[in-house]
């Protein structure tokens, strides 16, 4: 079970059913029981199962779901994705909260399969960011690997990356690296962002192992690559679309990371229907 979410589960079902199902407990007895479906409405990468399932069992112990496909999965439109049986008012009580979890995290799983789709075989890795739902990041970041994309780190505390922001505030790369991999751990990488040739070259002359071109066009990547020249691993990052991957994918580029990814995937259609 992924960090954090129970958590996630408590606080989505304390908004949307903290003061319990009007509608469902003045129709429906407490016995009455149905079975349900959830479907997909449309071609869709698979993720979010753990959490839906985690959802109803929350509301009902004696909810029993049954996951007829697989986080990860590529379904077609009407493919049914769980089945769910037990009391009728827990399961509509849990059925909004828990496609929350289902729509957001397919939709971004389906986005991660259309960029990694758009660059296979061109020997690239396309990464998130930590552009993500606040308290959602371990859920999105799972939704990035299962629609075929990879993780860039998760947290501030996975590896050093000095950013503009820091080579301002320290004066100069030089300077920034320098203190850096003074407090580092003797395994961590230094990653620094460059937006220039000149940055390129201070990069490298201060002994970066990882460096990102930022906000580069393709022609001045290309010469960025070309000056660096296997010296350091090489992000490309800033103004990347899904329409123009494919010429920011110059071989030597190790990385691409994405924000898209995660902060501008749409929710993926899926749907309850009770089953009469």
């Known amino acids: 079970m992924l960090p954090g979410i129970e958590r996630l589960i408590e606080l989505a079902l304390d908004e949307d059913a903290g003061l319990g199902d009007l509608t469902s407990r003045a129709i429906f007895p407490p016995g009455h029981r149905s079975k349900a479906v959830v479907t997909a409405g449309e071609k869709l990468v698979v993720c979010g199962l753990e959490a839906a399932e985690r959802v109803f069992a929350r509301v009902d112990p004696a909810i029993r779901v049954r996951r007829v496909a697989h986080d990860g999965d590529q379904v077609k439109a009407g493919a049914v994705v769980l089945r769910v049986q037990g009391p009728t008012i827990g399961i509509l009580t849990a059925e909004r909260t828990a496609l929350n979890f289902l729509q957001r995290l397919s939709g971004i799983a389906t986005q991660a399969r259309r960029y990694a789709d758009r660059v296979a075989g061109l ?13 959602w990041r371990a ?13 860039h780190r998760s947290s501030l505390g996975e590896h050093i990356l000095i950013k503009d922001n820091h080579i301002a505030a320290a004066g100069s790369i030089a300077r920034a690296v320098k203190k850096a991999r003074s407090a580092a751990p003797h395994t961590a990488k230094i990653e620094v962002e460059a937006k220039t ?13 990882v460096i990102l071109l930022d906000n580069m066009t393709p022609n001045q990547i290309r010469s960025a690559v070309a000056q660096i ?3 350091a691993a090489v992000e490309v990052s800033g103004g990347v679309r899904f329409e123009t991957l494919r ?5 030597g580029v190790d990385v691409i990371s994405v924000g898209a990814l995660t902060h501008s995937a749409s929710a993926a259609d899926l749907s309850l229907t009770i089953l009469k």
């Open 139 to 151: 859920l999105e970041k799972q939704a990035v690997r299962c629609g075929g994309c990879f993780n």
């Open 247 to 251: 010429d920011y994918a110059i071989p």
């Open 229 to 231: 020249d296997g010296a």
């Open 197 to 209: 040739p000149s940055e390129v070259r201070a990069a490298l002359r201060a002994g970066a192992e």
């Open 123 to 135: 020997g690239v890795r396309i990464v998130d960011t930590r552009k993500t739902t606040p308290g």
